[in-house]
């Protein structure tokens, strides 16, 4: 019997059955290897604070309006950092086999009917370690917001957050050149920053918030500031960094409102420019030449070149049955806890 993650009510989560998918024309069935859980997406999730899960999404005037949620509990299936091994084609798909092992978005689940358009260009050399292919998205995640704050060599760009994230967008604006603040509470991922080549690391507890220090080690501003925490008070210290007429790419998930952001002082007086990053669409600028394709294609050959070690954040690769606790973890914020990583029953199994 398949199993997947669902999300039963506002802080449970468990592993339930599920029907088998059914292998449709232009598909390929899947027996998930890896899952790689998105502690700030899916966290809203577990948490209830997701806008889906209390508002409509009006898709035609994108608006969240009042009315009955686009989502409710019980929510399966969500996830968007998968591996496995292709197990059954359709009679019509020629560029997959079965062996083949992939990377895509399919969900926390053991079995899945992807198409096979979807996984074009997302396989997996048998040399790789297939760990690496749940970085996909989070990886493409962190280079558009890399590309919205417009990192350029010799520039200077403070990252507030030094989650899975921002530990990879640190890595991804230092080889395109840009000297790296890089701004956490937490001293274990400012010290994995710094392995990842930030130039200089600030606790953002500090007395005074650290864009004083930025601005200090700046010698007057960062040229832009990439803010990934999802904290109102982190973007509001992110805009305080910058030089006039800087840039900061808002590329956290920031749920309720933002007491701590105040837009009548430095936003005001220095003339900041403030864009969203978000992973539907690429800047503006760049829409010709890049895509979602090109994100995670060119972030995946910097992994499995070597060049991003996204290994290195893999901080825990648990039984898929133990998702409750992983949860209960990284809802109490706890220090230690990096990456997660759910293994279904196919997966080889791997040592850390």
């Known amino acids: 019997m398949p199993h997947i993650v669902q999300f039963t009510s506002p802080h449970r989560v468990e592993l339930v059955d599920a029907d088998p998918a059914v292998l449709t024309s232009g598909g390929v069935r899947v027996a998930t290897w890896y899952s790689g859980i998105s502690a700030g997406t899916e966290l809203t999730a577990f948490r209830g604070t997701n806008p889906y899960l209390t508002s409509t999404w009006d898709s035609e005037r994108r608006l969240f309006v009042p009315g009955e949620p686009s989502f409710a509990y019980p929510v399966r299936g969500w996830g968007y950092s998968e591996v496995g091994e292709v197990v ?18 399919w969900g926390h689940r053991s079995d899945a009917v992807v198409p096979a358009a979807a996984l074009a260009g997302r396989t997996l050399s048998a040399e790789v370690d297939p760990v690496l292919g749940t970085f996909a998205r989070v990886g493409a995640i962190a280079l558009n917001a890399v ?38 509470t937490q001293p274990g991922r400012l010290s994995t920053a710094e392995a990842f080549g930030a130039a200089a690391t600030v606790d953002a507890t500090r007395p005074g918030g650290a864009a004083e220090l930025i601005r200090e080690l700046t010698h007057g501003g960062a040229d832009s500031a990439i803010e990934l925490s999802g904290a109102d008070r982190a973007l509001h210290e992110a805009v305080r960094s910058v030089v006039v007429e800087g840039l ?13 952001l105040r837009l009548g002082e430095e936003f005001h007086h220095n003339r900041v420019r403030i864009v969203a990053s978000q992973i539907s669409g690429v800047p503006v ?67 850390l």
């Open 285 to 351: 600028a760049l829409g010709g030449r890049w895509n979602q394709t090109r994100l995670v294609r060119t972030v995946m050959g910097l992994i499995v070149s070597g060049d991003v070690d996204a290994r290195a954040l893999v901080s825990d690769i648990v039984d898929a049955q133990d998702v409750a606790a992983v949860f209960e973890r990284l809802d109490h914020g706890d220090p230690e806890i990096l990456q997660a990583v759910l293994r279904f029953d196919a997966a080889p199994r791997p040592t």
């Open 88 to 105: 059954e084609v359709a009679d019509d798909v020629t560029e997959l086999a079965v062996g083949d092992v992939v990377h895509g978005i």
């Open 248 to 260: 900061v790419a808002a590329s956290g998930f920031y749920q309720g409102g933002a007491a701590n």
């Open 147 to 184: 590309l919205a704050a417009d990192v350029r060599l010799g520039e200077q760009v403070a990252i507030f957050g030094q989650g899975v994230i921002g530990l990879l967008a640190t890595r991804l604006a230092t080889l395109s050149g840009g000297r790296v603040y890089a701004v956490d």
